[in-house]
């Protein structure tokens, strides 16, 4: 158990510098000024534009790091720096924002799935954890045959909701990623300067992702063995 203590702490350390990075990279790249002149809001409308889409609104959003695309009411939902800026970090925000939305309008299967997991595990989250515990605490006090031995499992499944919606995740968000850099490329948006420090910038929010990925599969595997073992 030792060792998965340590995979814990060595994902941990690896969410802090990832994040960390990123925060960093979009500092670095918010100094990369446009030679176009034109704003996050204006590239996202562009894109949009360019790929046939006139139902999504693109519309500014309180916070950093606060970007989204909302399938349910077609919204680009764009930080205020991202929306007002003109440089590369928010180029690459804003066109990635927009590939979400492209891949809402030509049916991208991952983006589907993701969307239908949402509402389940917006639920099950919520619950998986305190019936994993109260699981083992009950089945720990009546025997590994008791009903807690099922209550455990039932959090377990739970769990693996949330770990299947990070996994899924992935090629939603890399999939957006590269929509996004091939049409700045594509579209010659940006210089070859800007177009690197766009690709950087999207590079190290995807792997934000991945990390969060890698630990929730830890932590469904951890308590996976925490039930299996009790049940000995």
Known sequence: MIGFYILIGVISLMSMLVSNQLKSKFKKYSQTQLRNGMSGAEIAQKMLADNGIFDVKVISTPGKLTDHYNPKDKTVNLSEAVYNQRNAAAAAVAAHE????????????????????????????????????????LGAASGATSIGFYIAIAGLVCMGFATLFSFITLPVEYDASNRALAWLKNKNMVSKEEYASSKDALKWAARTYLVAALGSLAMLLYWGLQILSGRD
């Open 98 to 137: 927009v590939g979400h939305a492209v891949q809402h309008a030509k049916a991208y299967s991952y983006l589907s799935m993701r969307s239908q997991l949402v509402p389940i595990v917006s639920v099950t989250s919520k619950f998986s954890q305190w019936l994993v515990i109260g699981g083992l605490i």
